[in-house]
């Protein structure tokens, strides 16, 4: 049995960004054809030059947590182009900054520092849960996280797993918020695009962070 | 005099607002610094380029900003965090629409007025075309 991960080390946190990079821009296509339903149809663009902007910085040093994710965020800021940059920004850069001369996190200190970063998503838009945004995937996600208990590994599909059904529960919702509320009662019956990158990113924190499970082993084995 | 940024998810169109602004101003009007688009042809707005033009158009009344919609006011708020402490200050984001608050803006600016004042009359340009559109 592989060894089991328990801590996110800064080349882990590289690891997932580069992935959520190569995600981004193979779905940019369904991205912005989710945007184009409901809003300006640049998301999957602006994700994918947004992130690649983002690979182009991981090489340089860095030595702690929050150096990377500083860096990570500013750079969607000037990159992104639409609300995304800021929101995403502002994420990674509120994430970093909770973390302070951190070399790695663990489980708990991860949830934390996502918290606060979608603190500062919350507080950027000006919304909350339930109005058809990116939201919509956090914080479900960051609530399945941290009831998980388990291994990192468990909590992170657990996260993930919630943000795509966070995700898909955005369909029929009505958005109030950013430019699908131009629309009102039509945005109705699409996916929320920021919603779909969120459940990205945590697809990609799985793929990378979550490697070194126990799948098989203690669940679903006996079934 | 009180500065003034103009921020647009496209280059273009904030350059064309800043002239017709200027065609009302005679010399020596505010200076009015653009932070739009992420190149001339790209449409998006950047909070670090906004930031820049805030800090190029700074003045002791302060600076005005006017934002076209969606992310260039997300944007903007979030350039204004990253300024210092005594900019984030002086700055006064308005929520005059773009073409006709950045007219009264300019003008009222031009006439020495301080930041609050210059917002309040971009603001009012909404009201000033209401009133000419529906004749009162």
């Known amino acids: 049995m592989t060894e089991r991960k328990t801590t996110v080390t800064v080349p882990d946190l590289i690891a997932w960004l580069r992935r959520t990079g190569e995600l981004m821009a193979e779905h940019a296509a369904e991205l912005s054809d989710l945007d184009s339903a409901i809003g300006d149809g640049d998301h999957g663009t602006n994700m994918k030059r947004g992130f690649a902007a983002v690979a182009g910085v991981l090489d340089e040093d860095f030595e702690t947590v929050d150096a990377l994710l500083k860096r990570v965020g500013s750079t969607l800021v000037s990159s992104v182009g639409g609300a995304s940059g800021p929101l995403y920004g502002t994420f990674y850069l509120r994430m970093g900054t909770s973390q302070k001369g951190a070399t790695e996190l663990d489980a708990a200190s991860l949830l934390g520092a996502m918290s606060t970063g979608v603190e500062g998503i919350e507080a950027r838009g000006k919304a909350g849960i339930g109005e058809k945004t990116m939201l919509d995937a956090w914080m479900p996600a960051l609530e399945a996280f941290g009831r998980a208990g388990g291994s990192l590994a468990d909590a992170l599909r657990a996260g993930a797993e919630a943000a795509a059904a966070g995700r898909d529960a955005t369909e029929p919702m009505v958005a109030t918020k950013g430019r699908a509320s131009y629309l009102g009662e039509r945005s109705a019956g699409h996916i929320d695009p920021g919603a779909a990158s969120t459940a990205l990113i945590w697809q990609a924190a799985v793929e990378t962070l979550a490697g070194g499970s126990d799948t098989g082993s203690d669940d679903g084995a006996a079934s | ?136």
Do not use: F, N, Y
């Open chain 2, 1 to 136: 005099m009180t500065g003034i940024v103009v921020v647009s998810h496209s280059r273009p169109l904030a350059t064309a607002a800043v002239d017709l602004a200027s065609q009302m101003l005679r010399s020596g009007g505010p200076r009015i610094e653009v932070a739009a688009g992420l190149s001339d042809t790209e449409l998006g707005t950047d909070a670090a380029a906004i930031q820049t033009a805030i800090e190029a158009a700074m003045d002791d009344q302060g600076v005005v900003v006017l934002m076209d919609l969606g992310s260039a006011i997300m944007s903007a708020e979030m350039a204004v965090e990253m300024l210092d402490e005594d900019d984030a200050a002086r700055v006064r984001l308005s929520w005059a629409p773009l073409v006709e608050g950045l007219i009264g803006a300019a003008v009222t600016a031009a006439g020495g007025a301080d930041r609050e004042e210059v917002a309040t009359q971009a603001e009012l340009a909404a009201e000033a075309k209401r009133m000419q559109v529906t004749g009162g």
